[in-house]
């Protein structure tokens, strides 16, 4: 098949690529919190879109207390500053949903083995009522008296709406690549999520804690014998998936720069779906499906008409599972080597 | 937490003692007590007892969507609580039933609905086993990511197919047909008879003349007629369910649910019974929405058939009592009815289900009312536990 | 003495074939060129020392694995390419060692799934309710009822799997494979967890079932229990063959006795 044809010209397809690779980014840093919960606990964690959905309203606000409500347009470079405060305040609240999550919504049912799909029905009860938590700010505001106190950040009666921030980070063309004007943004994200994943991968591998992990992951009876505390690699794994969530809150603000109370939802199912497809339970297949959904549904949008880019993420899974059900790296987190 | 647990126990079993109590009856009695709820419920648009009746007018058309919510909870109840595969994307094959109804009855073709219904329930089973065929090979966790998939597919389809009717949706569907005189407007309503309806002043009913449903309409007036057809299918559905259930498929949904492989061993073809249970299930969520596209309104839209519904679903299937028929279907009611009955509260329902359901989950993973076979189970553990550690802990182990 | 005992078992025909089957698993080689027969109306015991490839044996006997190569003849038929349920539908059925009963299902209806193997009615018999349905319902349930009889479960037809005492459990997995109606029932150690009189039982059960018509298998650790019950015992260590023959004959084989020496004791402590 000739590929320029398909995409009208090879420049069309390089920069397809560039910005697939951009967001596949970011689903791979959200797949590592499913992929994560999965390994260790054989769950579904349906609410990790919602921890990703907090970090995203921790980045807007951080701007909005740092530099007010005034809409600016600035470089990378002004930006910086306010955006590392907002890095670290996005990973520390996604990280607090996220253990809240796990305290009040798995906990319970971990303990008493709960079948699984009950633990998935609890997840999708967290997930309704953290989006609409968010959704109904303005509301718990109000019963306080602090709507209008706080109207910068609760938003009295759209609460619901789109909420942007403030600062819209400009992006600065640094290169080409076939047509597409790689970015300063662009670079920063894919490096920042590579770093990210890298860290967490030699965690994982290294430290003594990371082995607990493993162990749980492998046999959760054997490794409570030898003096593992599963209750607690359960919450550092949990986290884990918050911290990462927050950072890609980060990157995925830095990108589009308005988010909402449902934007967790569909980036959720992406981020998933890029964790089977490299193999759930795997760290580095998290990678792996992220990047390679994020180039394959730009691909498809540019094949098909972007309306279709969600269509093509699901049938792309579809297919994987039936060819390989497994995922692409089917080895599991407990079988990953020490 | 305990108190919690306790508060909701009466609840499953004064469920079992009215079935116990039905089960031990003369058949007459139970035929009779049979007709008399069935009678009740039909009655029930008309009856309009107060508490349960919803503030507004159009107590019928709510009816019609709890009635609806029902028929697709006992469809979704064959999948997730008889064959126990994790379906996510049920709404798909709510749409798929309404969209192929749509396309018959009014975009593409002018079927009438009682030939389109059949088609309908075909054209979603074969959708179901198209999906099916290849998914239930994979793993059960994965069963719920792709079929959330497909779920999305069908919905981001109808919105951009323009042989669809795209984001505009499908408009004037006819109603299912009339019987007895055709009305003539502005006079003549039409209908064999008007059956007047009931007014409640406190507790003292009487009967409200000025607006009677007509037998047997399908208009843009008055929702109570669907609602007695949809309730008919219902019925029917339900006696199905319960002859197919106890036979040998049942049997065969069960024993793959509570162990795959040692099912096989047995020599249960699984995967056929798999197939079969998610083409059933899809069939019926078909009917569904068969209904719900030529019901009052006669509109469909990708805008109704969000992926939120199939959490809806699957949440009804849960909080009912999954595997159990009478507790799917109460919570596939309960899903429709409360927002409606509570819509003063209207913005924070979401929120109160969400919380709800993960309360439910924790406290009392089986459902409001479980199967028997569950609440038996427990009983006798609960039992063991006791003797054993001198006092009952919150919850024993689960099988 | 029922006719069937007293014929020679050598002379009767053989119903299971394994045919030189070797399996590996990466570099491990669990079964090195396995072959032995079981002949029609016999009570084979297959034992061997913990780690033998006895269970390993005993899946691909089943279908549960595949044969790296070799091959397992059901009455003349190569299994391997067969899917597990048809194996059974040909005439094969197994108990677990770990027991694997429905559990949310009732006693009956764990032996009706096994009665419903050969039950040709479908979905629309289901929802019409066909005399045919009717007929084979009732023939099964017949049927259901009197093999938990034969086997000996005292709970009711109504309780539920897993609230059946331990030997009860153990004897409802032997009425729902008798319910297939196989050729030939694998038992995976059945007496696991019995106390003496439990075995005892257990033997007599054997013999019945043989008696009814069925040859078995007998996967087991307890020696007393084999050499009581089987006519022929296959003797397996790491993963080949060692010996074949009689239990007197067994009993005498110096190289068995070799490969049980000192671990007799540990297996009838556990």
Request: proline share 4%; net charge neutral; with cysteine.
């Amino acid at each position: 098949m000739d590929l320029g044809a398909l995409f009208g010209s090879f420049d069309n397809f390089a920069s397809f690529t560039v910005g697939g690779l951009v967001f596949g980014a970011i689903y791979a840093l959200i797949a590592l919190g499913y992929t994560m919960v999965y390994g260790v606990l054989q769950l579904i964690n349906f609410a990790h879109s919602e921890v990703f959905m907090f970090g995203t309203f921790a980045v807007a606000w951080i701007f909005v207390l740092l530099h007010g409500t005034s809409d600016v347009s600035w470089s990378l470079g002004k930006a910086l500053p306010i955006l590392l405060v907002a890095f670290v305040a996005a990973m520390i609240v996604s990280a607090l949903v996220a253990l809240l999550l796990e305290r009040v919504a798995y906990r319970p049912l971990i303990q008493k083995n709960a079948p699984k799909l009950i633990a998935l029905i609890s997840a999708i009860g967290a997930s309704f009522a953290l989006s609409e938590a968010m959704g109904l700010r303005d509301r718990f505001a109000g019963w306080f008296g602090l709507d209008h106190k706080l109207s910068n950040y609760v938003s009295p009666g759209a609460a619901r709406d789109v909420y942007s921030n403030p600062v819209s980070i400009q992006p600065h063309k640094l290169f080409e690549i076939g047509g597409y004007a790689v970015s300063d943004v662009d670079i920063v994200i894919i490096v920042a999520a590579l770093l990210m994943m890298f860290a967490l991968d030699q965690f994982v591998r290294r430290t003594r804690f990371g082995r607990g992990i493993r162990a749980v992951a492998q046999d959760p009876e054997s490794a409570s014998l030898m003096g593992v505390n599963s209750t607690r690699v359960v919450q550092v794994t949990f986290l884990i998936g918050g911290l990462m969530a927050g950072a890609a809150a980060t990157l995925y603000m830095m990108k589009i720069g308005s988010t909402r109370q449902n934007a967790g939802f569909i980036l959720g199912v992406k981020a998933f779906t890029a964790a089977v497809m490299g193999g759930i339970g795997n760290l580095r297949g998290a990678l792996l499906g992220g990047l390679l959904l994020g180039i394959m549904e730009n691909w498809g949008a540019a094949v098909f008409g972007s309306e279709w880019r969600d269509v093509v993420a699901f049938v792309l899974l579809v297919l994987i599972l039936l060819v390989r059900p497994s995922g692409l790296l089917g080895e599991a987190l407990g079988k990953a080597r020490a | 937490m305990t108190s919690f647990r306790s508060a909701l126990a009466p609840i499953g079993n004064g469920w079992n003692e009215i079935t116990d109590w039905f089960g031990r009856q003369p058949r007459a009695v139970r035929i009779l007590a049979g007709a008399v709820v069935v009678l009740f419920f039909y009655s029930l648009p008309l009856l309009r007892p107060p508490l349960l009746t919803t503030n507004q007018i159009d107590f019928g058309g709510v009816m019609f969507q709890v009635a609806a919510f029902a028929l697709v909870a006992l469809g979704l109840n064959i999948v997730i609580g008889y064959a126990g595969l994790l379906d996510l994307g049920y709404v798909g094959f709510y749409a798929t039933g309404a969209y192929t109804t749509g396309v018959l009855t009014s975009h593409h073709g002018s079927w009438p609905f009682f030939l389109a219904l059949p088609v309908a329930i075909v054209v979603t089973m074969i959708t179901g086993v198209i999906l099916g065929a290849p998914t239930l090979r994979v793993r059960g966790d994965y069963l719920a990511i792709v079929t959330l998939g497909f779920g999305e597919i069908i919905r981001i389809c109808v919105k951009n197919i323009e042989w669809l009717g795209a984001s505009a949706g499908i408009k004037d569907i006819p109603h299912p047909n009339s019987i007895g005189p055709a009305p003539k407007p502005p006079f003549d309503p039409g209908g064999l008879f008007e059956i007047p309806r009931v007014v409640w002043n406190g507790v003292v009913p009487s009967l409200d003349r000025e607006h009677p449903t007509h037998f047997l309409i399908f208009g843009a007036t008055d929702a109570t007629p669907y609602y007695w057809l949809l309730l008919t299918a219902l019925i029917l559905v339900v006696i199905g369910d319960r002859l197919v259930k106890a036979s040998k498929v049942g049997r065969a949904w069960e024993a793959t649910r509570e162990d795959e492989d040692a099912a096989e061993l047995m020599g249960v073809h699984t995967f056929k019974y798999k197939l079969m249970a998610f083409a059933l299930g899809a069939g019926i969520g078909g009917l569904s929405g068969s209904f719900y596209a030529s019901g009052q309104g006669g509109y469909i839209s990708p805008d109704s058939f969000p992926l939120l519904l199939s959490m809806l679903f699957v949440a009804a299937v849960i909080v009912g009592g999954s595997g159990n028929r009478w507790g799917a279907m109460a919570g596939g009611a309960l899903v429709a009815y409360l927002p409606e009955r509570f819509r003063e509260f209207a913005d924070y329902r979401l929120l109160v289900f969400g919380l709800a359901l993960t309360t439910l989950a924790v406290f009392r993973p089986e459902g409001l009312l479980p199967p028997r076979r569950t609440r038996r189970a427990k009983a006798v553990l609960a039992e063991i536990d006791a003797l054993e550690e001198g006092d009952v802990e919150e919850e024993g182990t689960h099988v | 003495m029922s006719e069937v005992q007293q014929t020679q078992p050598a002379t009767r025909k053989s119903l299971l074939e394994v045919d030189d089957v070797t399996i590996r698993f990466g570099g491990l080689t669990a079964l090195d060129s396995v072959s032995f027969d079981i002949r029609e109306g016999e009570i084979l015991g297959l034992i061997g020392p913990n780690g033998a490839g006895k269970t390993t044996c005993f899946n691909v006997m089943t279908g549960v694995y595949q044969a790296t190569s070799g091959q397992v003849r059901l009455d003349g038929e190569p299994i391997a390419k067969m899917k597990r349920h048809q194996i059974t539908k040909l005439g094969m059925a197994r108990t677990f060692q770990n027991i694997r009963l429905f559990k949310t299902m009732t006693v009956l209806e764990n032996v009706m799934v096994g009665a419903d193997v050969h039950s040709k009615v479908g979905f629309f018999d289901a929802l019409f309710r066909t005399p045919r349905h009717r007929r084979t319902e009732g023939a099964s349930l017949v049927r259901a009822k009197e093999l938990l009889r034969i086997v000996g479960v005292t709970a009711g037809y109504d309780e539920l799997a897993a609230n059946l005492s331990y030997g009860d459990q153990r004897r409802l997995e032997i009425a729902r494979a008798m319910a297939t109606g196989p050729k030939l029932l694998c038992l995976d150690e059945p007496a696991a967890g019995f106390n003496p009189a439990e075995k005892r039982r257990l033997m007599e059960l054997i013999r019945r079932v043989r008696d009814e018509g069925y040859t078995v298998l007998l996967i087991e650790h307890d020696m007393r229990l084999v050499m009581g019950v089987t006519d022929r015992i296959v003797v397996l260590e790491f993963g080949r063959k060692i010996a074949e023959g009689t239990p007197e004959e067994i009993q005498n084989n110096p190289a068995v006795i070799a490969a049980y020496l000192g671990v007799e004791e540990d297996e009838d402590a556990s």
